[in-house]
């Protein structure tokens, strides 16, 4: 609600006409980030689409240059992405395109990357915005003869998606979606926040994605995929009453009509049962309230039943709700990156963080590229949901619990409570139905205690792993070391000493063969800890890969 | 083994010989020097001075210390030729003396030193393994400290090449005798009876009780320590108190740092330098003040130690252990300085040289007064 300038009238505005003016808050806040965010937003969407119907993703990205943009010091910029995911029916086009929060994932408890249904919708405006043209969009679904073509564009002032140059064409596929928008930004490839960055990150936690990509002065590329088992996705859990505040209890009662307020407790609700009914009544909650409709009830029985519920002692929710990239899927996910040294995975087991599902997943690796200087702080991809952060880092829950681990115990530079130093990539999952973001454009994971300390221990777990790769590494240096001490050194003494005793060229010679024989045995002693290192590595190697084959059979 | 100018070749000599046998042997050689630590510190009042214990560190050859070795016997090389030719070098000369040598022996390079610490060690080292002073190497530390003023006092130093140098101190006017870093060339006779000799912690009191006649009104020897007293000044203050029998005083501030880091190491030495206390120690010098019952007395300008500041927090805490552990502060006799240390403790205040300025503050003299007064009474420690 607003007043009208010029008068006291107090008007209501369209939840379009709201984010239209501040895109800022759903990651459009500069040139840069809008050409992301838009990339990000339609690369998510056909992720997910594919992901829920069983499909293989394949994804195609174009991004390109094609003019002078209407902004001061902007590049027209189109931006296409292709999938081979399920199409859309022509009548949700534009309500997926061009509607804010129409969305078929909203608080439905699953560990989908996009939620609410505002990112595409926005996209589509800043495009409009900025290019006064909207999202071309080209979808065919399994039942469709022939595709659809249409403009898709946002009626702001009423939070409406309007359909334009709709045309059905014959398509070479079965099914699919194809977004393109031409908007107003700047290409950033390179960096944190560079579109390189989100790219590889996207590919590192979706083994299963085959991406094709073509960018601004740079050749087409294609990343295949490394698994081709596509993550089950989980049943949407009902909410359990601790993750909830009032006004969200009694909105959710509205789903359920004229229903008795047990059976809603029971239905509506996860960890909820007849024993914890019997707990409310015993803890006073009058029983009759329980037996009466839940759309009867006041706000003062609504505020005393969610009290009583608040303090019994409930069941943690159940972490079934969260999906997993999976231990095998991120060792090969990794490789992808570029030539590594060697790395370690680790995937933890679904947790309780905050009354809420999580699981993390982390990847420590070492690039054989070492033109990254030795003080740099190593590289760190962060993923919410399988989608990678790439702003307000320093805030960040991964960040803090990075910074909490002492990675000088396995070998790695860090300075004192700092991000770990050199040609490293620490990638951290965070997966839950219920991030707890710090902003509406999910940059950046609320720090709290629990959630940085189950990080924190994934990365010890992973840092233990990298630890013997790095031993081992010592020891071999440390023998090279010694061997060419010995070759240096040795001479050098038996020539001082002889000098000093006037010794004669025998006694040098008999001299200088005793000291490498002594020295020898000292190589021999670290050459012994290498082998002992290597098959310490070995093992470890062993092992997971007989937990692989055990996975294998399992599966088949 | 404590060795002599004239047998450190010798030694040498011996020491690589033992090397080179042992290896010849393709037998692992065993370095033993002495542990200079307080663990190792033996303190017996009829010496004075901190003796070594029987711990030995032992350095064996072996990958990791054969760098340190080949570099040691090629510093070795240097150190010899200097005492050869009689020439001399400071740790700095000594490092490029090193990077010359390595520049134009390329076969060497892989003993270069990246920065003087590195040659100082090996230096430290060597002295370690010949239990030598690096004196004795004919490496020789800047003069620090010691500027001394009399006007009985006469000093005959023997050069190098025999000669002798007569420095009579009272014809120096304001000018002070700098006592070398090698007090053994020194001898020492006194034109008149002296009576006392005053060691003042502070160099700049040390010149303004001079400036203000101290030496004219009194037969005496006046001298300023510097801080932490340097070898110099340490074997200074013996060779008075051996070759001249003059009571010898020392006036500082009353603090643990002055009172175990200053005061301690001109009296009985250091356990760092265990081997060398024998030659660089006074046994007979007397805590003059600032005593814990001047401050009452001559209601001298005191303050608390400030919790913030590292080195005075440090130098108590040294002060509890020095109470548990150090044998000199545990020794029956030195009982009255292990009190002051005990009141220190206790109270967490100091008082500087300096506050005997407060009590009388147009009489520049007043200082003097106090002190002369002081030694008068035998109100020292």
């Known amino acids: 609600m607003a007043k009208q300038p010029g008068s006291n009238k107090i008007t209501t505005s369209s939840t379009a006409e709201y984010f239209s003016k501040n895109l800022q808050q759903v990651g459009f806040s500069s040139q840069t980030k809008a050409i992301l965010t838009t990339l990000k937003e339609a690369v998510d969407n056909a992720l997910d689409a594919c992901e829920e119907h069983g499909i293989l993703p394949e994804i195609s990205i174009l991004v390109e240059k094609v003019g002078q943009g209407s902004l001061k010091n902007s590049d027209q910029i189109r931006i296409r992405v292709e999938d081979n995911g399920p199409g859309i029916d022509p009548e949700d086009v534009p309500k997926v395109f061009g509607e804010y929060l129409a969305s078929s994932k909203f608080g439905r408890g699953r560990c989908s990357r996009g939620q609410q249904g505002i990112g595409i919708s926005a996209a589509t405006t800043w495009a409009q915005l900025t290019s006064a043209i909207g999202a071309r969009v080209t979808t065919k679904t399994k039942s469709m003869r022939k595709a659809l073509s249409c403009l898709v564009e946002v009626d702001i002032k009423h939070n409406r998606g309007v359909l334009k140059d709709r045309a059905m064409f014959d398509w070479d596929r079965a099914h699919g979606t194809a977004v393109e928008f031409v908007v107003d930004g700047r290409v950033q490839l390179n960096g944190e926040a560079g579109l390189l960055n989100y790219l590889s990150g996207t590919t590192l936690v979706n083994p299963h994605l085959t991406l094709t990509y073509k960018l601004p002065d740079f050749e087409p590329h294609r990343v295949d995929r490394v698994s081709t088992s596509i993550p089950e996705i989980p049943e949407a859990t009902e909410p359990h009453p601790h993750t909830m505040k009032l006004g969200e209890f009694i909105a959710h009662s509205h789903l359920f009509g004229r229903v008795k307020v047990n059976a809603w407790l029971k239905k509506g609700f996860s960890r909820v049962n007849e024993g914890t009914l019997k707990d409310l009544s015993q803890g006073g909650f009058p029983a009759s309230l329980l037996e009466k409709s ?178 081992r590494e010592v020891k071999a240096n440390e023998l090279e070391e010694k061997i060419r001490h010995i070759e240096q050194f040795c001479p050098i003494l038996v020539d001082g000493l002889c000098r000093i005793t006037e010794a004669s060229a025998a006694r040098r010679k008999k001299a200088e063969d005793g000291l490498v024989k002594i020295l020898g045995r000292d190589a021999h002693v670290t050459k012994t800890e290498l082998d002992e290192a290597h098959a310490v590595l070995e093992a470890q190697k062993s092992s997971i890969l007989a937990d692989e084959i055990i996975a294998e059979e399992v599966r088949d | 083994m404590p060795s002599t100018d004239q047998n450190i070749p010798k030694l040498s000599k011996e020491l690589c010989s033992r090397l080179l046998s042992d290896l010849e042997r393709a037998k692992r050689p065993v370095l033993y020097a002495t542990k200079c630590s307080l663990d190792n510190s033996i303190y017996n009042h009829r010496n004075g001075y901190l003796t070594p214990g029987p711990k030995k560190v032992a350095t064996e050859l072996n990958v990791s210390s054969v760098k340190k070795m080949a570099r040691a016997i090629f510093m070795l090389e240097v150190l010899l030729r200097n005492i050869d030719t009689g020439a001399v070098n400071t740790k700095r000369e000594l490092y490029y003396i090193s990077k010359g040598e390595i520049k134009h022996n390329p076969s060497l390079r892989a003993l270069d030193f990246a920065d003087q610490n590195e040659s100082d060690d090996i230096i430290d080292f060597i002295c370690e393994m010949l239990e030598c002073y690096r004196e004795e190497l004919n490496c020789y530390a800047n003069d620090r400290g010691g500027q001394t003023y009399s006007q009985q006092l006469v000093v005959t130093e023997t050069l190098p090449d025999g000669d002798k140098a007569v420095v009579d101190l009272s014809k120096l006017g304001t000018t002070p005798f700098q006592p070398k870093n090698r007090p053994q060339n020194l001898k020492l006779s006194a034109r008149k009876k002296i009576d006392f000799c005053l060691i003042v912690e502070s160099e700049g009191t040390a010149n303004t009780l001079v400036a203000n006649g101290f030496t004219k009104r009194h037969a005496s020897i006046l001298l300023g320590a510097q801080g932490v007293p340097s070898n110099a000044v340490r074997g200074w203050c013996k060779l008075i108190q051996d070759q001249l029998s003059v009571p010898l005083y020392f006036f500082g501030d009353l603090d643990a740092y002055t009172m175990q880091n200053i005061f301690r190491t001109l009296k009985a030495g250091s356990a760092a330098s265990l081997i060398r206390n024998s030659d660089y120690s006074a046994p007979d010098v007397r805590f003059l003040g600032v005593l814990p019952e001047d401050i009452k007395k001559y209601d001298l300008n005191d303050y608390p130690v400030k919790e913030n500041d590292a080195q005075e927090v440090r130098a108590l805490k040294k002060a509890h252990d020095a109470l548990k552990n150090d044998p000199f502060f545990q020794d029956k006799k030195n009982k009255g300085l292990a009190q002051i240390l005990r009141w220190l403790l206790e109270n967490k205040r100091r008082c500087e040289q300096q506050a005997f300025f407060t009590v009388d503050p147009r009489d520049p003299t007043m200082p003097e007064k106090i002190i002369v007064d002081k030694i008068k009474r035998g109100n020292f420690v």
């Not at chain 1, 002492?406 to 139905?433: D, F, T």
């Open chain 1, 294 to 471: 839940v759309d009867s009830l006041g706000d003062t029985q609504f505020k005393n039943l969610f009290v009583a519920l608040q303090n019994l002692k409930l069941m943690a929710p159940s972490t079934k709700s969260v999906i997993s990239i999976g231990e095998e899927g991120f060792a090969k996910s990794i490789k992808r990156l570029g030539a590594i040294d060697f790395f370690a995975v680790v995937s933890r087991k679904p947790t309780i963080c905050d009354f809420k599902p999580v699981q993390i997943e982390v990847a420590v690796a070492r690039l054989e590229d070492r033109s990254v200087e030795a003080e740099s702080a190593a590289q760190v991809l962060r993923f919410a949901n399988r989608v990678p952060l790439q702003f307000d880092k320093s805030s960040c829950a991964i960040v803090h619990a990075i910074e909490s681990v002492n990675w000088r115990s396995y070998g790695i530079v860090q300075p004192k409570n700092a991000l770990p130093q050199g040609p490293y990539i620490v990638a951290v999952s965070v997966v839950s139905p219920f991030i707890k973001f710090k902003n509406a454009s999910k940059e950046t994971i609320d720090a709290s205690d629990e959630l940085v300390e189950e990080i924190r221990r994934a990365l010890i777990q992973a840092g233990q792993k990298l630890s013997k790769h790095i031993r």
